[in-house]
């Protein structure tokens, strides 16, 4: 029964999400190495990208990309995790640089965390019935295991040593993805305020 009632929920997920996550993985290991640079490519000054502006605020180092506001997920909570760019940039981190990825990760969760009590509180969840209630549910139930496996992940990158970083950083990579989707799900299943 349990299943069945999940069923509605996993299938409006997998719309938002659009497969983002696993995209983003299958994206990460097929990226040809970048071409070696020309000399006169290599005395040409770079011109810096256009900063992108946030969809929520983040506080603090960014190493985690973030879209646009006028992009169509930018302006949602799940924006702010933007996944799709985020999984690749995770998992191309060093080890010396994990410290300002962890803060990221960590300041990007607190804001989720933030946003999604405020949005839960405006949608006054007490008054949801039948499906609605059970999609609203089980939603939050799978954001708070995404939220703990995720806490896990970086709790072990902090930890890690060279020689495990990789493996960690590929379960932190996934883990944040998983994450990000959970959080999907919970913005498809609050009703609007």
């Given at each position: 029964m349990t299943q069945k009632s999940s069923l509605p929920h996993l299938l409006r997920l997998t719309a938002l999400v659009g497969g983002?996550?696993?995209?983003?993985?299958?994206?990460?290991?097929?990226?040809?190495?970048?071409?070696?640079?020309?000399?006169?490519?290599?005395?040409?000054?770079?011109?810096?990208?256009?900063?992108?502006?946030?969809?929520?605020?983040?506080?603090?180092?960014?190493?985690?990309?973030?879209?646009?506001?006028?992009?169509?997920?930018?302006?949602?909570?799940?924006?702010?995790?933007?996944?799709?760019?985020?999984?690749?940039?995770?998992?191309?981190?060093?080890?010396?640089?994990?410290?300002?990825?962890?803060?990221?990760?960590?300041q990007r969760m607190a804001t989720v965390d933030q946003q999604l009590a405020e949005s839960r509180q405006k949608a006054n969840p007490d008054e949801l019935t039948g499906d609605s209630k059970k999609d609203f549910d089980q939603s939050w139930k799978d954001y708070q295991k995404a939220k703990a496996k995720l806490e896990q992940s970086v709790e072990a990158a902090r930890n890690a040593d060279a020689k495990a970083w990789e493996r960690v950083r590929s379960t932190l990579a996934t883990d944040y993805a998983f994450y990000a989707a959970a959080v999907a799900g919970v913005e498809v299943a609050t009703p609007s305020s």
């Open positions: 983002i996550a696993a995209a983003s993985l299958l994206k990460a290991q097929a990226q040809p190495a970048a071409p070696a640079a020309t000399p006169a490519a290599a005395a040409a000054p770079e011109t810096p990208a256009p900063a992108a502006k946030p969809a929520l605020p983040v506080v603090g180092t960014k190493v985690l990309p973030t879209p646009d506001r006028g992009t169509p997920i930018g302006g949602t909570i799940t924006g702010l995790l933007d996944s799709s760019h985020a999984v690749s940039t995770i998992q191309r981190q060093e080890l010396d640089s994990r410290a300002p990825l962890l803060e990221d990760m960590t």
